[in-house]
């Protein structure tokens, strides 16, 4: 039996309710599926419980939010190897920020106050090419992601078995019990999903190749 593939989903984020319930009205009426969220903070939690299980979504993030800001969320997005477009609204003080987030990575930006075609014809370029692009490249994504949620001392470890060392040597060199590196070692497995060392060597060098 087959189930059906999760609707896209737009993410408005903005910490004006008239804003988000004004944006929410018009994606929702075009036929998007729309979820809204007051703080950044609260994104990032839901991007964390999707464990590099990426849906098909946009986010519309609002340059000037508290506690944190538009960039401050995309920053940390992308240390989470989101790879949703994130398209930026923003006032006119901030578009030169808006430009600096483009060419760090961001989609694109629309300047309030806007047009709502506009915006509906941005949001569905956006989703076409996230769609493209997963649909291609979700291995890779959560290759990335699960890379980002090692912790420091398993990125060493990692560093140690792709080079073929042995626990015994991993232990010594980085000065800690051949337990700890198995303990270690079995994590980053399965974060990793791989089996073997040589497996993980495998994905890893796909992962460099695709940078």
């Given at each position: ?168 040597n991993i232990a010594d060199t980085l000065g800690i019990t051949q337990r700890t590196v198995e303990f270690h070692r079995a994590n980053i497995f399965e974060k990793m999903g791989v089996s073997s060392a040589i497996e993980l060597a495998h994905k890893l060098g796909r992962l460099e190749s695709r940078e």
């Amino acid at each position: 039996m087959t189930t059906n593939p999760a609707p896209s989903t737009i993410h408005i984020v903005d910490d004006d309710a008239d804003v988000r319930d004004g944006l929410a009205w018009l994606l929702d009426s075009r036929g998007h599926h729309v979820r809204t969220w007051a703080q950044g903070e609260a994104l990032l939690e839901h991007v964390r419980g999707l464990q590099g299980h990426w849906t098909h979504s946009v986010v519309l993030l609002d340059m000037r939010m508290a506690p944190l800001d538009g960039q401050q969320v995309f920053d940390q997005l992308k240390a989470l190897a989101c790879p949703w477009p994130v398209l930026f609204l923003t006032g006119h003080g901030d578009v030169g920020m808006a430009v600096a987030a483009v060419k760090n990575g961001a989609w694109d930006f629309l300047e309030k106050p806007f047009q709502d075609n506009v915006l509906v014809d941005r949001v569905a370029q956006a989703l076409a090419a996230v769609q493209a692009d997963m649909g291609a490249n979700q291995e890779v994504h959560r290759l990335r992601y699960a890379l980002a949620s090692l912790s420091p001392r398993e990125r060493e470890v990692l560093d140690q078995l792709i080079q073929g060392h042995y626990n015994k040597n991993i232990a010594d060199t980085l000065g800690i019990t051949q337990r700890t590196v198995e303990f270690h070692r079995a994590n980053i497995f399965e974060k990793m999903g791989v089996s073997s060392a040589i497996e993980l060597a495998h994905k890893l060098g796909r992962l460099e190749s695709r940078e």
